[in-house]
């Protein structure tokens, strides 16, 4: 029910919903409608738990890679976010010099209440080092845990930013790949066929540098002298491209597993995760032992008619 929803909406979501069960409830006094109230939010808390407690699994199960080593594919990596210019962007709302932002507007209703005007987050990449290699990393989609938040007014607006900064130690749970280098993915019969097509668009080079027998054309045993060079040529390419240092990159998983990019170490991440949870395996137990009491017909006076 939750997988598909990042986390910082799921705490939101969860909070209202059991508050706006709780209002219904109690202007209802009918015993069904908290019976039914009752059911909802310990079905909610039952998915919240759920959720909580597979992400406090997938941190404490993987173990944090060195970037150099790390294996293509779902990895949790740790390292200091660059402070180089190429790597920083500026919040929209306070200019703030950072490597992530998120940011809400809100303006006043007519009954003095906020109302959401605008939202936005940056989908920038950044680097981050852990002292044995580099990785690009492409926030979108990630669930951003813990970073620096601000609320600031400004006449009838209230604006506030969650931001990530440069120099502070990001932890990132994703997959892991390494684009170009050793793992580029090349296919020699095309980049042939390519380059003998290049060769035909000039015909005088072509007949200068295979044209042996100078009859003014290619034929079938001067061909497959230019095909023979082609694949030589290309192989030596691929050979060059394959030297070369890759481009490390972690980003959203393709199969759906959690993406978390965080400013909190694995353990208080751990730790947050599972309060999370035991609050709402509590709300689960609560809410599912009286609506049960409720539904079997017992009364409690001042809150059912």
Known sequence: MFSGIRGYYVEGLTASSHFGLFYIAIHSKERMVWVGCLALMAVISFFAWV???RRSRLVSDTPISRI??????????SGRASVDRDNLIASP??????IWYRYWVYTKNSKDGWVQS???????????????GKCQIDPDNA????????????????????????????????????????????????????LLASWKQNPVALKQ????????????REWELARREAVKEVTMQHREIRSQSGVNVIRAPRDGRVFILSSLSPDKLK??????GALHLSILIAAATASFWLWQGHYVQGLLN
């Not at 709302?93 to 950072?98: M, Q, V």
């Not at 605008?118 to 852990?130: K, L, P, Q, Y």
């Open 51 to 53: 959720s909580n407690y």
């Open 68 to 77: 150099a080593s790390a294996a293509q594919g779902y990895v949790e990596l």
């Open 93 to 98: 709302l306070s200019g703030t010099s950072c």
């Open 118 to 132: 605008d939202h936005g987050v940056s989908s920038s990449t950044f680097e981050i080092n852990d002292g044995s």
């Open 143 to 194: 669930e951003v845990i813990g970073p620096d938040r601000k609320t600031t007014y400004d006449g009838g607006y209230k604006n506030v930013e969650e931001l990530l900064y440069g120099g502070g130690i990001i932890y990132a749970l994703g997959e892991f790949t390494t684009v170009g280098g050793a793992n580029s993915t090349l296919d020699l019969k095309q980049d042939v066929s390519e």
């Open 209 to 220: 540098r295979f044209d042996l027998d100078k009859n003014g054309e290619i034929d079938m």
């Open 271 to 276: 730790s947050r995760f599972l309060l999370w």
